[in-house]
């Protein structure tokens, strides 16, 4: 059974930078192809893709937020963490980890439940 | 890369059927059958119901279906009923190696 957790602060203060949290279970980050996904949906709005990173620490990063965030896994831990630079009120959302399944496969089969982060002074 | 292109809002009567476009461009709908179907209920995580274009996950019922053209998806409902009622999501895998996700379609029970 494969379950997904986020975790996080509730509110940080702009310029700041946001670390999120992905506890995992059920999966193993060393499987071929395997990959936990970040995505966000700020109030009344839509998914937003941010990231991913693969079972071999490969990356990617949605162009438009590249320069502000960084993946990286704990495997050990079973732990994935993204850290999101110089916060801004308009980065107020939910945010969503996911399970990516193995090669040959595009899409999140899994979501955590989602942590809500809000962005004020 | 640009959000793919939902319609706002779909509404029809319990029973009927509905149908949700997806557009987007060559370089992710229309290049790959990496397609992928989200529905969200208010409050809760996203929820996959369709993947590569038309394929449904155990347990998904078989009133969904999706189906694409070019460089547009679309995901129909039939037999509309009231837990349809939700937004819904697609997305694509693009050829910058990166997904994106659609602008969301809120189907409407009447």
């Known amino acids: 059974q494969i379950t997904l957790k986020e975790s996080g602060p509730t509110l940080v203060k702009p310029t700041q930078t946001l670390t999120l949290t992905c506890n995992f279970s059920?999966?193993?980050?060393?499987?071929?192809?395997?990959?936990v996904g970040w995505i966000r949906q700020p109030p009344g709005k839509a998914l937003e893709w941010l990231a991913l990173?693969?079972?071999?620490?490969?990356?990617r990063y949605s162009p438009s937020l590249k320069s502000r965030l960084t993946i990286t896994k704990d495997t050990s831990k079973n732990q994935v963490v993204l850290t999101m630079t110089n916060m801004d009120p308009v980065d107020t959302a939910t945010y969503y980890c996911?399970?990516?399944?193995?090669?040959?496969?595009?899409?999140?089969?899994?979501w955590g439940q989602g942590t809500p982060v809000t962005v004020s002074s | 890369q640009s959000a793919l292109t939902q319609p706002a809002s779909v509404s029809g009567s319990p029973g009927q059927s509905i149908t949700i476009s997806c557009t987007g461009t060559?370089?992710?709908?229309?290049?790959?059958?990496?397609v992928s179907w989200y529905q969200q209920h208010p409050g809760k995580a996203p929820k996959l119901m369709i993947y590569e274009v038309s394929n449904r996950p155990s347990g998904v019922s078989n009133r969904l279906s999706g189906s694409k053209s070019g460089n547009t998806a679309s995901l129909t409902i039939s037999g509309l009923q009231a837990e349809d009622e939700a937004d819904y999501y697609c997305?694509?895998?693009?050829?910058?190696?990166?997904?994106?996700f659609g602008t969301g379609t809120r189907v409407t029970v009447l």
């Open positions: 996911a399970h990516k399944a193995e090669s040959g496969y595009a899409y999140f089969d899994y």
């Open positions: 990173i693969y079972w071999d620490a490969d990356k």
């Open positions: 997305s694509s895998y693009t050829s910058s190696t990166t997904y994106v």
């Open positions: 060559s370089s992710d709908v229309g290049g790959y059958n990496y």
């Open positions: 059920g999966f193993s980050l060393n499987t071929g192809g395997v990959a």
